[in-house]
């Protein structure tokens, strides 16, 4: 499995104003149906500390231009985790596979978007759950 295209950063932002937008916009698209949904509850909690962290230096020193060397250090660290998990778990992100179809012996290269995966993902484990959960019609008596 490799992923097929590589992925701009979401989180760069040099002052407190662009950074609240940049915020404000992951937040948002971490919650069902957003292009960040399946980030486990542990990656959303993380995401937001790092949001919460940033949003402090923000706060201090208002721009990246009048922080300290540590500082920016840190911002770049706190930015850095946050694009990790949110390129990982996009939706849009091409993971690409080989895979041996039915009846043949040449593995194919299948590419799909990693909401694709998870989608097929949940529909299987969701059909199983109904499998398991509706009565089955026995044969025999009783």
Not at 76 to 99: G, P
Not at 111 to 126: F, L, P, S
């Amino acid at each position: 499995v490799y992923a097929d295209n590589k992925a701009e950063p979401v989180v760069k932002a040099t002052n407190k104003a662009d950074f609240t937008a940049v915020a404000a916009a992951i937040r948002q698209q971490v919650a069902p149906g957003g292009r960040w949904e399946y980030t486990s509850r542990l990656e959303q909690e993380q995401i937001n500390r790092y949001l919460d962290d940033m949003q402090g230096l923000f706060d201090k020193y208002g721009s990246i231009d009048q922080m300290n060397d540590p500082t920016k250090l840190q911002l770049v660290n706190d930015q850095e985790a946050v694009n990790e998990i949110l390129t990982k778990r996009d939706d849009n992100h091409i993971v690409c596979d080989y895979e041996q179809p039915l009846g043949s012996l040449i593995p194919q290269k299948v590419c799909r978007t990693y909401g694709e995966i998870q989608r097929q993902r949940d529909e299987a484990q969701h059909d199983a759950y109904q499998r398991l959960a509706s009565p089955q019609l026995r044969g025999g008596g009783g």
